[in-house]
């Protein structure tokens, strides 16, 4: 039996149906509004995806990923000289990416990155969660994603960007599998220091290959996507450490290495690249002329197609180069008078204001190379001590001191006047001390090359190529001066003249009528007159009356034809009797190709720099071999280039370049020493059977170098420094007599110019040359000596001051 219903409780129940029902008829609209909602919401989706879809880019080009690719300039060996683009990047394939650079990135970026389809939608709960408890945040952002971002998105944080992000998202994940993806985030992501991908930023921050490098390294490199300037090693190495070590944790939480592993890379002491730790070689002008031939080829295309150009520079011969140039310069501004500091400023009294002071001055005036620059705290004339970038602070003491003496005077004018808050510049000696110095304003230029086949082993285009970037050794047309004469000692050998021919070192007069205006009496460098002399001892002490003899006795349009067989342009060497002295133009390249033709037995050769360019995937474009001496390229006969091997020989034994053969202490080294008109030019040309090198000394806009600068005083030394290492283990190497020569009375003869029928002797009874008569051949007839040359006005103007060795 049922129990009766109260009459309270039935009418309790009579109110609630009402709003049960209304409460009923809410949930049914709120759900019908939800669906309706989402409905509404896929109908938009759809619209926009109908819309948006369409207008995504074209994503299969991803397929074949091309970054952008920077041109890359080689040694020989292989060594990275420079490159050229905006971003610093080493396409590497993923399968070529070591495992523990995969999984230290997947545990920082996207753990899930092989489970989810692009969005992972735990890692965005994940992140929600970690962002509202103020954890660490792993982001919600996939590798996927990242790679539409970075592909081909813009960084603006707006609603439709989101929108396109998700969209492509999806498109790459349907169209590339998951490793092509990960490669290109790998390769192209931006890590710092202008390196794009982990390869080169392995080679950026640890000077290692990607696949050398441990766990620590990796994760260091893994901290870099989420903020490259704030966790950069380099810049920030606190805040860089702190995040690797997170990451550590990470790769252990995700089982990709053991906590061994976790516990030895946090332990594990990171050898970070630094700017100063860069063993760098200095190849910028080589690396300039590289850019601009490859320029010329493919245009803008040469700065993204990723071109490599191995070219025929030896990385030792190179820096053996630019340390001698560089060293033989500043042995120079040694003896130079003092210029003055670079800059003056006021150090400030508060100690952080002073650093802060020191540091941007400095920032402004730049090291250079060796060269350092410091700012001057205390100044006297037995001490002084400065401050360089980075607050390091050194004394300068005693002969460290000679260069800058003049600035340390008391009567100093206040331009010249070094004092607390100058900036200078301070250079480290051979001892290990510090000595004061300047920025040198006199330039140079090196060039080695192999002579038997032309390509370029070292070229140093000038003191320093950021401070100057005109290449002197390809663009400065200079006077060559006395290391012009062996090109026209070479053309008389073919006119009868042997090393044996007596000349008559002695005065010359060229009366008004054979100028054409003043009388002229040309002199030696050293203003004495020695009598005669054999042609060989003439070139060795490089007399200029016996260069005038010769070439006044061969003719001067002779000699300037014959000139051009070893690449010399005519018309830069006019038919005057200033040619005998180098008073035309030349370049060094020019004269490393002229005198290479002494050195490979007589064949012109073209210098030459790139043997090779490829594409870094590995395609070649081009590959140039060495080319053999060919008889086609012979510019002078065997015989004449052995002689003046010869005659160069006694130059670098007892002449004016004595001091190379005591030096290197080996007989086959030959050469000629060159200082033109008031001392603005000093050269060194000379070579081994293996190395042509030219050595030039002189100030830009010219000007004296100084009343006691020669060429075998500034440029020999030089020469000679390079040599020592680019000969080392180079055996001895003389060249045998080709056919066609005698040897007679221990000096070398042409078969057809003994007996008599050369030249025997110039000058001692006239202008013209004497020759036994009786003995002569119909070839010696056919040589007969031209009559003396009438000079003209404005030879006789050039002439007269062009007499230096």
């Known amino acids: 039996m049922q ?80 490159e050229f683009g905006e971003e610093h990047r080493t396409f590497t394939p993923i399968a070529e990416i070591p495992q523990v650079m995969k999984d230290a990135i997947l545990a920082i970026e996207d753990a899930r990155f092989f489970q989810h ?42 609603f439709t960007r989101k929108i396109y992000e998700i969209l492509l998202t999806f498109k790459l994940e349907n169209n590339l599998t998951k490793d092509q993806i990960l490669e290109i985030y790998m390769n192209q992501i931006y890590l710092g220091n202008r390196a794009y991908g982990f390869a080169a930023a392995s080679e950026t921050y640890f000077g290692k290959p990607l696949k050398d490098i441990s766990v620590a390294e990796a994760a260091m490199l893994a901290g870099l996507p989420k903020a ?311 070139l060795a002490k490089s007399k200029n009356m016996i260069s005038i003899q010769i070439l006044n006795s061969i003719g001067a349009r002779y000699a300037q034809d014959w000139i051009t067989r070893f690449g010399f342009d005519a018309d830069k060497h006019p038919p005057y009797l200033t040619m005998a002295l180098g008073a035309g133009s030349v370049t060094p390249m020019q004269m490393g190709a002229a005198y290479s033709v002494f050195a490979n037995g007589g064949y012109r050769i073209n210098p030459w720099l790139i043997s090779r360019v490829s594409e870094q995937r590995g395609r070649v474009l081009v590959d140039t071999p060495a080319a053999p001496l060919s008889e086609e390229n012979r510019a002078i006969d065997a015989r004449n280039a052995f002689l003046m091997t010869s005659l160069l020989q006694e130059v670098t034994r007892a002449g004016t370049a004595a001091r190379a053969q005591a030096t290197l202490k080996r007989p086959d080294i030959y050469g000629k020493t060159g200082t033109t008109n008031d001392a603005m030019d000093a050269w060194f040309a000379g070579y081994q059977a293996t190395t042509t090198a030219i050595t030039w000394i002189g100030y830009d806009t010219p000007r004296k170098l100084g009343d006691r600068e020669t060429g075998g005083g500034l440029a020999l030394p030089i020469w000679i420094s390079y040599m020592a290492t680019a000969l080392r283990n180079v055996p001895v190497m003389e060249p045998d007599a080709p056919e066609g020569l005698l040897h007679l009375g221990n000096e070398w003869y042409y078969e057809e110019f003994t007996k008599g029928a050369g030249v025997n002797s110039v000058g001692s009874t006239g202008s013209k040359p004497e020759r036994d008569t009786k003995a002569a051949t119909p070839a010696a007839a056919d040589t007969a000596a031209a009559p003396p040359l009438a000079v003209s006005p404005e030879e006789k103007k050039s002439i007269f001051d062009l007499f230096r060795n």
């Not at 009402?18 to 309706?36: E, V």
């Open 117 to 158: 389809n692009g969005v992972d939608y735990l890692g965005v709960v994940r992140a929600g969660l970690a962002n509202v408890g103020k954890a660490k945040s792993q982001g919600a952002s996939t590798i996927t994603m990242q790679v539409a971002r970075n592909a081909y998105l813009s960084t603006e944080k707006t």
């Open 228 to 538: 490259p300037s704030a966790y950069n090693p380099i810049a920030n190495p606190k805040r860089a450490r702190v995040r690797q070590q997170y990451i550590i944790e990470r790769m252990l939480e995700n089982g990709f290495i053991s906590a061994a592993q976790a516990e030895a890379a946090k332990a594990e002491v990171l050898h970070i690249k630094t700017l100063a730790s860069r063993q760098k070689i200095h190849a910028e002008y080589v690396t300039e002329m590289v850019r601009q031939l490859m320029f010329a080829q493919y245009g803008e295309e040469t700065y993204t197609r990723g071109l490599d150009v191995r070219t025929t520079l030896r990385s030792a011969d190179q820096d053996a180069a630019y340390r001698a140039l560089r060293r033989g310069i500043m042995d120079f501004e040694r003896r130079q008078l003092y210029r003055g500091p670079e800059k003056f400023i006021t150090l400030p009294d508060d100690a952080q204001e002073r650093e802060d002071a020191i540091f941007e001055v400095l920032d402004e005036h730049p090291d250079n190379g060796d060269v350092l620059s410091a700012v001057v705290l205390e100044a006297g004339p037995k001490k002084m001590v400065v401050q360089r970038q980075g607050g390091e602070t050194l004394e300068i003491l005693g002969e460290g001191l000679k260069p800058v003496l003049s600035g340390l005077s008391d009567k100093a004018a206040p331009n010249i006047k070094i004092r607390p808050g100058a900036v200078i510049r301070v250079a480290k000696t051979d001892k290990g001390s510090w000595e004061a110095t300047q920025l040198p304003e006199v330039e140079g230029a090196f060039l080695s090359l192999d002579p038997r086949d032309g390509a370029i082993k070292a070229l140093v285009g000038g003191f320093d190529f950021a401070k100057n970037k005109f290449n002197h050794v390809t663009q400065a047309w200079r006077q060559p001066g006395s290391s012009f004469k062996p090109f026209i000692y070479s053309a008389s050998l073919e006119k009868g003249f042997t090393p044996s021919t007596v000349i008559n070192d002695a005065p010359l007069f060229f009366d008004a009528g054979t100028t054409g205006g003043q009388p002229w009496e040309p002199k030696n460098y050293d203003g004495t007159f020695d009598g005669p002399m054999t042609m060989r001892r003439g």
């Open 3 to 82: 129990p009766e219903e109260s009459p309270s409780t039935a009418a309790a129940t009579a109110r609630m149906h009402p709003i049960l029902g209304l409460l009923l008829k809410a949930l049914a609209w709120l759900m019908g509004a939800s669906i309706a909602a989402v409905v509404g919401v896929m109908c938009l989706v759809a619209l926009v995806m109908s819309i948006a879809y369409p207008n995504l880019p074209e994503v299969s080009d991803l397929a074949s990923y091309r970054p952008k690719l920077p041109l890359r300039v080689f040694s020989i060996e292989g060594d990275l000289l420079g």
